[in-house]
């Protein structure tokens, strides 16, 4: 399997513009789930989904910033408007199913927002 | 809830040399604890991972860690350090079915020769 895959790998963009992070869990995962991870913050639980409904969003830091996972191997976050306190970088991870105790990472996304 | 604490933002030991990364853990209900290892501009790695079966715990690259109820801590211990062991370990807890995790602020394991 090629692992969570993540897309773009690296973001700059200016204040004020939307932004839009993709992921592709592993197939047969049913849990996905979005962190970011700062200096000053380590890393946080945005939001995650199991089969493709959220359940838990209290990480999202704003209405600034939403999730959808229309299907089982596609997930989006979106931040609209993006700014420079936004930088960081974002992880993607996936679970398998009843048993499979182990998050999977991806690679990140590295956003900076000038 | 649940916590953990990652005792040391930053560790330096010689090649060679033992290394030991502290992980003291708070959860009301048993806990599922994990160790993952994070190299520069890469995601999160498992090394191993604690699920109430053996409290001793092996894991990759010659890691292991203990699991220990009665001191609420999963320590991180590898015999004789290596260069490439050289990276940023974070601890997390997890409980209930859906794992969801707390991490610790991680550990700077830096190797010197």
């Known amino acids: 399997d090629a692992g969570v895959i993540q897309s773009p790998r690296h973001e700059v963009t200016e204040m004020g513009q939307e932004v839009t992070l993709r992921c592709k869990p592993i197939?047969?995962?049913?849990?996905l789930f979005w962190y970011r991870q700062t200096m000053m913050r380590g890393l946080e639980l945005l939001i995650y989904f199991n089969n493709n409904v959220p359940i838990d969003d209290s990480g999202m830091p704003e209405d600034r910033f939403s999730a959808k996972m229309p299907n089982a191997s596609f997930s989006t976050l979106k931040i609209q408007p993006s700014e420079p306190r936004d930088s960081a970088v974002y992880f993607c991870?996936?679970?398998?199913?009843?048993?499979?105790?182990?998050?999977?990472f991806g690679p990140g996304t590295r956003l900076t927002v000038l | 809830a649940q916590s953990v604490t990652q005792l040391g933002s930053h560790v330096s030991v010689s090649e060679g040399a033992l290394v030991l990364l502290r992980c003291n853990y708070s959860s009301s209900v048993p806990p599922y604890l994990f160790w993952y290892v994070q190299y520069p501009n890469q995601g999160l790695q498992l090394l191993l991972k604690?699920?109430?079966?053996?409290?001793l715990v092996k894991g990759i690259n010659g890691f292991e860690a203990e699991f220990k109820k009665s001191e609420t801590s999963f320590h991180l211990t590898k015999p004789s350090a290596h260069m490439s062991d050289a990276a940023e370990y974070f601890c997390a807890v997890g409980t209930g079915s859906n794992y969801k995790l707390t991490f610790g602020k991680g550990t700077l394991l830096t190797v010197n020769p």
């Open positions: 991870a996936s679970r398998g199913g009843r048993g499979a105790d182990t998050q999977y």
């Open positions: 197939s047969g995962h049913d849990y």
């Open positions: 604690y699920t109430s079966a053996a409290t």
